[in-house]
């Protein structure tokens, strides 16, 4: 009976907590929307409060006060997970405050929104390459910051998947029989990421592409693409004897030497 009764009393403070909010955000009274707006907001309401922020906005843009405000509404848009949204207005909080001692804050949250909007790496990666950016641009404005650790995670993070996204693509050429277009690939991508953690994989699969294309090639270009391909296993092997793709590599390596023919000597 005792907990029916709590029941019922807990569903009544709901209920008329509820009420309250839908009075003040159909109602017309600025100052009780903007109060409310903060109520909910200290509660982790967010998305009343960021109802309640944005229908106060303008009346409180000309205020000491729209300072707080919209960096607010710019957190209860991330808390969300509207990040594209929460960029947006952490970007105009920014500029509009420059000078706060929130704006570093609000700098670190932009390039967290760019950091969530960022895709699985098998799509379109301009947000990642953006969050890239905005990682720099916050660097060289905050070079000390007590964010710095958290931001250079998050760049390893987003360069990891760029990485993952090229090395891929070059990949899905040699998976295609299409050597030649693997192998440019492959040097592009190695000259764009040469501390990449693909790079090994990135060299075997050189290696293997221009060892296809090389056994695969009619006599007048064979022996040409056969050296390139055996420059390019001295490379891998220079750089990865332990590597677990070795003994296939080696495998390969004895294939080219049997169709390597000895140069002959000037008359």
Known sequence: ????????????????????YQKVYNGKDIDAKYKMAW?????????????????VDKFYKFKPTYQRLLFARAMSLYKMKDYFSAGELFRKFTRLFPESSKAEEADFYIVKAYYELSPKYSVDQAYTTRGIEEIQQFLKRYPLSKYKDEINQMNENLTHKLEKKYFEISKQYYDLDLYKSAIVAFNNFLADYPGSIYKADALFYRFKAAADLALNSVESKKQKRLQ????????????????????????????????????????
């Open 1 to 20: 009976m005792i907990k029916k009764f709590f029941i019922v009393i807990i569903g009544l403070i709901f209920l008329s907590s509820c009420s309250e």
């Open 39 to 55: 109520k909910m907001y200290e509660k982790g309401k967010y998305r009343k409060a960021e109802e309640l922020f944005h229908q």
């Open 228 to 267: 390139q391909a055996i420059d390019y296993y001295k490379n891998f092997i220079n750089k990865y004897s332990e590597s677990p793709y070795k003994k296939e590599a080696d495998k390969i390596f004895e294939k080219l030497k049997k169709e390597v023919k000895p140069k002959k000597n000037p008359a």
